[in-house]
C-alpha cells in the first residue's frame, strides 16, 4: 500500500527566507504526485503536481516540487516566503490504475516570521 | 457559481439531532468524495462515489450516510453522532478517479455536543 511521511510537522521561517517542505513516499511503480496547501478553515487548494516528464515541477504562488525517484522524495521548495504563505501543507500519492486512492500525509505546518 | 461548493460551512448538532452536509461541483467531474479531518490526524478518505455509484466505503460507521443522486451533488446524512465525530467534513471532485486531480470544497465544520 502507498503511504506517505513528511517529516517536519511544523516549519518557521522568516518572510523572505527560503522554504524547503519535505516529503516522502512509498509506492511500488512511478507515483502521481501532489502538493495541496490548506488555509486555517479553508478546504485544500491544489498547488502542483507530478505524473511524468520534467522532474521539476512549477506551480502556483511561486512553488516548484522535484520529483527524485531514488530518494522517494517529492519536496516542495520557495525561493522567498511571504507571511501569506502561513498555512498547512500536505503531500500526496494517487490513485492508480488499480484502485489505489489518493494517501494523504500529516501535514505540515509553516508558520511566518515577519 | 465555480469550483466545488459545501453546505452548511458550521453545524452544531446534539447526539440525537439528524442533519445533512451538502456538496455540489461545477467542474464538470463523475468522481466526488467524502473526507474526514480531525485535529491531529491526517486526512481520511470516507466515501467514493464514481458516476453516482459507490466504489468506496472506508469502514465508516453506518451513523454516516452518504448520498449521491446525481454526478454534480454529494451529500452526507448525520444521525446520531458521537462527540469524537466532531471535525472537518471535506468535499472533493475529480474526473474519474484513476489519476484525477481531486479539487476541494471549503468544508462544513461540525461540532457535536
Known amino acids: 500500500a502507498q503511504s506517505v511521511t513528511q517529516p517536519d510537522i511544523h516549519i518557521t521561517v522568516s518572510e523572505g527566507a527560503s522554504l524547503e517542505l519535505r516529503c516522502n513516499y512509498s509506492?511500488?511503480?512511478?507515483?502521481?504526485l501532489f502538493w495541496y496547501v490548506q488555509s486555517p478553515g479553508q478546504g485544500l487548494q491544489l498547488l502542483l503536481k507530478?505524473?511524468?516528464?520534467?522532474?521539476l515541477v512549477q506551480g502556483i504562488k511561486g512553488f516548484e516540487a522535484e520529483f527524485k525517484r531514488s530518494q522517494s522524495s517529492f519536496n516542495l521548495r520557495k525561493p522567498s516566503v511571504h507571511w501569506s504563505d502561513a498555512a498547512e501543507y500536505f503531500c500526496?500519492?494517487?490513485?492508480?490504475?488499480?484502485?489505489?486512492?489518493?494517501?494523504f500525509g500529516p501535514g505540515t505546518r509553516l508558520s511566518v516570521l515577519p | 457559481e465555480t469550483g466545488v461548493t459545501q453546505t452548511p460551512r458550521h453545524l452544531v448538532m446534539g447526539m440525537t439531532n439528524k442533519k445533512s452536509l451538502k456538496c455540489e461541483q461545477h467542474?464538470?467531474?463523475?468522481?466526488m468524495y467524502w473526507y474526514k479531518q480531525s485535529a491531529k490526524k491526517p486526512l481520511e478518505l470516507m466515501f467514493v462515489?464514481?458516476?453516482?455509484?459507490?466504489?468506496e466505503n472506508n469502514s465508516v460507521p453506518s451513523r454516516f450516510s452518504p448520498e449521491c443522486p446525481n454526478s454534480s451533488h454529494l451529500f452526507l446524512h448525520l444521525h446520531t453522532l458521537q462527540p469524537e465525530d466532531s471535525a472537518l467534513y471535506l468535499c472533493?471532485?475529480?474526473?474519474?478517479?484513476?489519476?484525477?486531480?481531486?479539487?476541494f470544497g471549503p468544508g462544513t465544520r461540525l461540532l457535536v455536543l
Open positions: 472533493a471532485s475529480s474526473q474519474g478517479t484513476s489519476q484525477g486531480t481531486q479539487y
Open positions: 509506492y511500488g511503480a512511478t507515483p502521481y
Open positions: 507530478y505524473f511524468s516528464g520534467d522532474t
Open positions: 500526496a500519492v494517487g490513485p492508480d490504475n488499480y484502485g489505489q486512492n489518493f494517501v
Open positions: 467542474l464538470g467531474h463523475n468522481a
Open positions: 462515489y464514481n458516476f453516482k455509484e459507490q466504489t
